[in-house]
């Protein structure tokens, strides 16, 4: 089995930029190829949450499936970032956001 680094910092609010898009997701109705990683019921789970009407509901399946990853660990995580945010105390107005999608319409500098 071939090993890798990957580094993925999460660039929406919801879980399928790190389940589907980065890591588990099937393309084209097959495991990605990165991992090779083949879940009939966790791809179906992904479906049915990014389908889901409500956030809880969506939350609830997004949960089962990573249950389902954790049971099998395809992959073995070993770091997680925090994005840095470094600025004087003359800067205001400032939003970090950890998807990294800052805006600076409303900041604004006081010296």
Partial sequence: MPLFLLGWDLRTGSADNFLVTAFFGYQGGHPATQFGYKND?????????LQASTVDA????WGQAQDLIAADMPMVPIVNSTPPGAYTSKVHGFVGAANEDEHFNSVWIQP
């Fill in 41 to 49: 019921q966790m791809n179906s789970l992904f479906t049915q949450a």
């Fill in 58 to 61: 969506a939350t609830a399946l």
